[in-house]
């Protein structure tokens, strides 16, 4: 892990399931961008909020196991490789009753400018919010 993790819970309900009774995997990729604007959110400056935006150009998933209604489930998210203007996101989803990993995700998100929509390079300042200084 390159950096700090951030962690979300997850109530399950029963209009996250499909129709066999289990979380639609729709509503898992729904949860791994949730977590990944919670964490911009409670990191980025409001500076950095307003100047950049993030668009996902990829994602990659793993459902290793069901999650039910009922469940309680903990998303986390940290920062893994990066360019200029791309930014790799790792999302895991775990029950904590049962420790079971459930899912797992990374994602490539590309940085853009607020204000004109076109690529923004990603300052090392804000990098290092969320990787720590030299990572």
Same mark, same amino acid.
């Given at each position: 892990? &390159?950096?700090?993790?951030?962690?979300?819970?997850?109530?399950?309900?029963?209009?996250?399931?499909?129709?066999? $009774?289990?979380?639609?995997?729709?509503?898992?990729?729904?949860?791994?961008?949730?977590?990944?604007? !919670?964490?911009? #959110?409670?990191?980025?400056?409001?500076?950095?909020?307003? $100047?950049?935006?993030?668009?996902?150009?990829?994602?990659?998933?793993?459902?290793?196991?069901?999650?039910? &209604?009922? !469940?309680?489930?903990?998303?986390?998210?940290?920062?893994?490789?990066?360019?200029?203007?791309?930014?790799?996101?790792?999302?895991?989803?775990?029950? @904590?009753? !049962?420790?079971?990993?459930?899912? #797992? &995700?990374?994602?490539?998100?590309?940085?853009?400018?607020?204000?004109? $929509?076109?690529?923004?390079?990603?300052?090392?300042?804000?990098?290092? #919010?969320?990787?720590? @200084?030299?990572?």
């Amino acid at each position: 892990m &390159a950096g700090a993790s951030f962690t979300r819970r997850i109530g399950v309900t029963a209009e996250h399931l499909d129709d066999v $009774g289990h979380v639609n995997n729709v509503v898992y990729l729904q949860w791994v961008q949730d977590v990944a604007i !919670d964490h911009w #959110r409670a990191t980025a400056s409001a500076d950095d909020q307003a $100047g950049y935006v993030w668009v996902v150009r990829r994602h990659e998933v793993d459902y290793l196991a069901p999650a039910f &209604a009922g !469940d309680v489930l903990e998303a986390r998210t940290w920062i893994g490789a990066w360019t200029s203007v791309t930014c790799e996101r790792w999302v895991e989803i775990h029950r @904590p009753a !049962d420790t079971r990993v459930l899912l #797992r &995700a990374r994602s490539l998100w590309v940085a853009l400018d607020g204000a004109s $929509g076109r690529p923004r390079r990603i300052s090392p300042e804000l990098l290092d #919010r969320f990787t720590g @200084p030299g990572a």
